[in-house]
């Protein structure tokens, strides 16, 4: 069975700041889908960024971006110039290359001052 | 739709009591899954929808648990006897694909069972 660790159950950042959140996973599949959702207090999980894992290239999306490293078994997840909107709990999840379940970490609550 | 609905948003049951919740995905997705999220926990994974045929539910808790997509769209998920334990959020998501690229969330029905 696949797991996810997310061994920073908190993390802080000031405005304009970066941010990295770690995730490790584990799994004997080569074909898998990695993603990082962020879930505010309204509760709905919002799609962040996704990596397919026979991509070498790290996956971007405007100013988040990922440092996946498949040998490793890590999947981390970088906050550029993080603003006060981007306070929320965020999860790393894994997914077979199939129509399959995905299975999540625990979260790391990201904190923002001003 | 323009997003995954569900309903309600609270619900409060008296231990015993049967409720249903409801999902109402993006028109035209294929897939939905339910997931349950226990407080300061990640998702998991309760069941899976093909359109109406129901793939996979290896993560229903017990037979007190049963959802169903009767004509492929709205899913309604049932928890009769509810117990303390139970009390959680539960998440509906829905795909287009029959793949894994990550799916849109709704957000979430809060159960609350005294």
């Known amino acids: 069975a696949q797991t996810v660790t997310q061994s920073q159950p908190e993390m802080s950042v000031q405005e304009a700041e970066t941010v990295t959140l770690s995730c490790t996973y584990d799994t004997s599949e080569s074909d898998y889908y990695l993603f990082w959702y962020k879930q505010p207090p309204s509760r709905q999980m919002i799609l962040v960024i996704r990596?397919?894992?026979?991509?070498?290239q790290n996956a971007t999306e405007n100013r988040f971006s990922v440092n996946f490293q498949k040998a490793a078994k890590s999947f981390s997840l970088k906050i550029s110039d993080s603003q006060l909107g981007d306070a929320a709990m965020y999860f790393c999840?894994?997914?077979?290359?199939?129509?399959?379940?995905?299975?999540f970490g625990k979260g790391t609550m990201l904190l923002v001052s001003p | 739709g323009a997003g995954v609905s569900q309903s309600p948003r609270y619900k409060v049951a008296k231990r015993g009591q049967d409720v249903a919740l409801r999902c109402d995905p993006i028109s035209g997705h294929v897939s939905l899954f339910w997931y349950q999220q226990a407080l300061g926990q990640g998702p998991e994974f309760l069941t899976y929808f093909q359109n109406e045929a129901q793939l996979d539910k290896s993560g229903l808790p017990s037979d007190r648990f049963f959802a169903e997509r009767p004509e492929g769209s709205v899913s309604t998920l049932k928890i009769q006897r509810t117990q303390q334990e139970d009390s959680a959020v539960y998440l509906c998501?829905?795909?287009?694909?029959?793949?894994?690229?990550?799916?849109?969330f709704g957000s979430g029905t809060r159960l609350t069972v005294v």
């Open positions: 990596q397919e894992a026979y991509k070498q």
């Open positions: 998501a829905s795909s287009p694909r029959r793949r894994n690229y990550g799916y849109t």
């Open positions: 999840a894994y997914g077979n290359s199939g129509y399959s379940t995905l299975t």
